[in-house]
């Protein structure tokens, strides 16, 4: 079975804010899985459910499967309707995105975070978390409420990489048409 696309800016689902789970089904099971196959075929690290489609709060990580020092073992972490309870300090962090392709940003966020939410058998699941950690749970979390990282960018920075964009997608389209 073909793996799902992910979603690409500025397609309208990314904006939508998602709803909570409000029972972990098979079918939400099976989401949560086909995002831990989509995000780890695409490589990222993290992935919202929105960015495949689906306008609910349910977000995938696995900060250290790239880390060759954990020898690329593979560490998912599957959270229902995560939220962040607890944010402290700032750091600077270069972001990219599997939405927002060929585009790397510095964006401003908390230093430290709790992130609460359940896992897939319903049990709660809290986390201090920092550094690139930290990072992801925030931006993983801002999909769910319809907010990408280059809304959280300079005005100038985001209207250079839309421009890009649309420019990207019109020689695409003149190139099919000349097929």
């Not at 099976?30 to 960015?51: H, K, S």
């Not at 950690?133 to 209207?159: M, N, P, T, W, Y």
Request: aromatic share 6%; net charge negative.
């Amino acid at each position: 079975m073909a793996l799902r696309p992910v979603l690409q800016f500025p397609d309208p689902r990314l904006k939508r804010i998602s709803a909570p789970i409000e029972k972990i089904t098979d079918e939400i099971r099976a989401l949560a899985q086909e995002m831990l196959d989509v995000m780890y075929d695409e490589p990222g690290i993290g992935l919202a459910a929105p960015q495949l489609g689906e306008p609910v709060r349910l977000i995938v990580l696995d900060t250290r499967w790239k880390d060759e020092d954990a020898g690329g073992e593979k560490s998912p972490l599957v959270l229902v309707n995560p939220e962040i309870v607890l944010r402290e300090g700032k750091v600077v962090w270069t972001e990219g995105c599997l939405s927002v392709p060929d585009f790397n940003a510095e964006v401003e966020r908390a230093e430290r975070v709790r992130v609460r939410g359940l896992d897939l058998d319903g049990r709660e699941f809290v986390e201090d978390a920092d550094e690139l950690r930290a990072v992801c749970f925030q931006h993983e979390v801002d999909h769910l409420d319809g907010v990408l990282f280059i809304d959280r960018i300079s005005r100038l920075k985001r209207s250079l990489y839309v421009s890009r964009r649309k420019k990207a997608a019109r020689l695409e389209q003149e190139a099919q048409g000349a097929r």
